[in-house]
């Protein structure tokens, strides 16, 4: 009798231990899994995600920069999939067994029963010749969404590139974004993402066995509408960026035009660029590491993040200064030998014996003996101590927008270099240091480091005659036309408009005198005013730097043109900044073809086999490189090339 007690014990224990072991998974498959959830809802409801077009951006006279161009996701349910011709799947969509398996692999990961992206951006005549066949595999269905295109391949490094979102992007978004969508990288995608990304929107189809949609579920009343982006208005002359483009054809540099009246950039080329379709597509990837790997860094945006010394395009901020605080006037001269002696051994040479010389001919002439002087004036003999005068100086300086960022609206700006008073301090393990030991600064060189866009705006400000607009890509937003505050407010320098004056007597006479330096840039019925300069590089050959505005009276350009390692400002940047000023004030070209195919033609690229040489007719700068013999101090800052022009 025991016995038989003692199996029915354990019989029941058994049927027990069933029942407990069936329980649990009853719980775990209606409570804590949700495979099977999701695989009957993936075989009667797919949602479908619908991503809304990006923002469309225009140019000023709201021609088309980008627009959008519709692409296909091939998305799959990897439990869903049912054995079929994998071979003839392949050819349709343009890949091989090995990237299939590879793909299918990498989605079963991510998960058995949710879907995700198989194939990205299928175009859409792939699209067309693969939808015939799509009733034959069960588990893949193809998700609408759009990429950019653009018509005239230009502007990359302004307008930017998007791609897809990573890790990071998506956790710190708040549930924004999730896998297989797309961002804005650089450019001006990037900083206006929020407005051009829109709103997506969600379609619940109803599906069956055979993958075939049967409406929406309960009539779309849980459907959402996709919201387009908004439509960006840039400040840029598209005709305008396609020409400085060709002039900048095999040469590394920039040219950045302002419109002085509002900030608004009219021109922002960043040399050697790229076409912008390179960015978009299927074999995007592939494009990206080429770029990157090129030598001549196509990436690199030399607007905003190339820093140069200025060279003696600053003389005319020394200038400016100079008069403000009440050291010089049109009327002072110095007697140029030559040269400027800062020390009893330190020379700081001139292209030539000058002689006497004013303010305007400083300007003109480009005499580094008078900023020398003016320069020794401002730091040496402010009635104050040399460091505190300094301090003053590049307080002064700073209000140009020079040593910071102006805060345009793209990403990565560079501030550039403005030396404090303090770095000096440093290096000299001393504070009791004055003008002869930094005295390149007169001239633009030594350790001063300034961007494309700020040699711009500095143009801009003397075209305003003493303020500026913070520069910027993007003119106005959306269908209202929205205009950012920010971009409306004046910044004074602090500089009186009455010392202006001479200063831009002296530009006008670079351009438009027949002993000017850019003579042979000057506009015919255009009084363009501007300032050559040769930059120092110790890589290599000599920067070629001009800036300008024109018309001198209600001036409609400020612009400032930078040709790497070309030598003299006069023969290769003043003539491209002189075409572009004509080709946005006349929306035409007067020079002779010659003139423009020099230019064209031109191959500036390091190692290059062809340069052509300047007309013979080609006014050769006054120029050449003087050494600024350096004080016996180890750390002294002035041991660098000083060129004038």
């Known amino acids: 009798m025991n016995r038989f007690f003692a199996r029915k014990f354990v019989i029941q224990g058994i049927f027990i231990a069933i029942a407990i072991i069936l329980l649990a998974r009853i719980f775990y498959i209606q409570v804590i899994s949700d495979q099977y959830f999701l695989s009957a809802n993936n075989n009667v409801l797919r949602k479908i995600l619908i991503y809304p077009a990006r923002g469309i951006i ?63 951006q299928l175009s859409a005549q792939t699209y067309a010749k693969f939808q015939e066949h799509l009733f034959e595999y069960p588990g893949f269905f193809v998700q609408n969404r759009t990429v950019r295109r653009y018509p005239d391949s230009t502007a990359a490094q302004f307008l930017g590139y998007i791609g897809e979102v990573s890790e990071k992007v998506i956790e710190s978004s708040n549930g924004f974004y999730s896998q297989g969508d797309y961002i804005g ?6 900083s206006y993402e929020e407005l051009l990304r829109g709103k997506r929107g969600v379609q619940n189809l109803m599906v069956d066995a055979l993958n075939r949609p049967k409406g929406h579920f309960a009539d779309g009343k849980y459907d959402t509408l996709a919201v387009s982006g908004e439509q960006m208005i840039s400040s840029l002359d598209k005709e305008l960026q396609k020409f400085g483009e060709k002039l900048m054809k095999n040469k590394i540099g920039s040219i950045v035009a302002i419109e002085p009246s509002t900030g608004e950039i009219l021109s922002f080329v960043s040399s050697p660029g790229y076409d912008p379709n390179m960015m978009v597509g299927r074999q995007r990837g592939n494009n990206y590491m080429k770029l990157l790997n090129e030598p001549s860094k196509p990436m690199f945006i030399r607007p905003t993040q190339a820093e140069y010394p200025p060279g003696s395009i600053f003389k005319v901020v020394n200038a400016l200064v100079a008069q403000q605080f009440g050291l010089i006037n049109p009327n002072t001269t110095y007697y140029c030998p030559g040269g400027y002696r800062y020390s009893s051994r330190g020379v700081m040479k001139c292209t030539h014996v000058h002689g006497s010389v004013n303010l305007e001919r400083s300007i003109k002439e480009s005499c580094n003996t008078y900023y020398g002087y003016t320069y020794n004036l401002m730091i040496d003999k402010a009635g104050m101590r040399p460091v505190n005068a300094y301090k003053r100086w590049r307080g002064a300086v700073s209000k ?35 003008s002869s030991f930094n005295i390149s600064l007169s001239i633009g060189q030594g350790e001063l480091g300034i961007t494309p866009l700020q040699m711009a705006n500095v143009m801009a400000i003397v075209a305003n005659r003493g303020y500026y607009y913070k ?5 106005a937003i959306g269908a209202k036309k929205v205009i950012k505050a920010e971009y409306t407010k004046k910044n004074d320098v602090g500089i009186d408009p009455k010392y202006f004056g001479s200063v831009i007597n002296g530009m006008s006479q670079v351009v438009n005198e027949p002993s000017g330096t850019a003579i042979y840039s000057k506009i015919n019925g255009i009084e363009m005013c501007g300032k050559t300069g040769t930059v120092q590089n110790p890589h290599g050959d000599d920067h070629s730097v001009f800036v300008a505005f024109a018309p001198r009276d209600n001036p409609k350009i400020a612009i400032a043109v930078v040709v790497e390692n070309a030598g003299f400002g006069s023969t290769w940047s003043a003539p491209i900044a002189s075409l572009m000023v004509e080709k946005y004030i006349r929306k035409s070209i007067t020079r002779p073809k010659e003139y423009l195919d020099r230019l064209f033609e031109a191959n500036l690229l390091p190692g290059a086999l062809l340069k052509p040489k300047a007309p013979v007719k080609q006014k050769p700068d006054t120029s050449k490189k003087d050494t600024v013999t350096p004080k016996k101090i180890k750390a002294v800052s002035t041991n660098s090339i000083a060129v004038n022009e």
């Open 58 to 120: 225009l140019d000023r006279n709201e021609q088309i920069l980008v627009q959008n161009e519709p692409v296909y996701d091939l998305m799959v349910i990897p439990r869903e999939v049912q054995p079929f011709d994998t071979l003839l799947f392949c050819s349709l969509i343009g890949i091989d067994k090995a990237g299939f398996d590879k793909r299918f692999k990498k989605s079963t990961n991510y998960s058995p029963y949710k879907a995700s992206i198989f194939e990205k």
């Open 185 to 190: 990288i650089s450019g001006v995608e990037k």
């Open 400 to 434: 140009f927008g020079i040593g910071d960022k102006l805060g345009i609206d793209l990403p990565a700006e560079r501030k550039g270099m403005l030396p404090t008073a303090d770095y000096y301090t440093k290096i000299f393990k001393s504070d009791k240091w004055g």
């Open 471 to 475: 520069p910027h890509l993007i003119q």
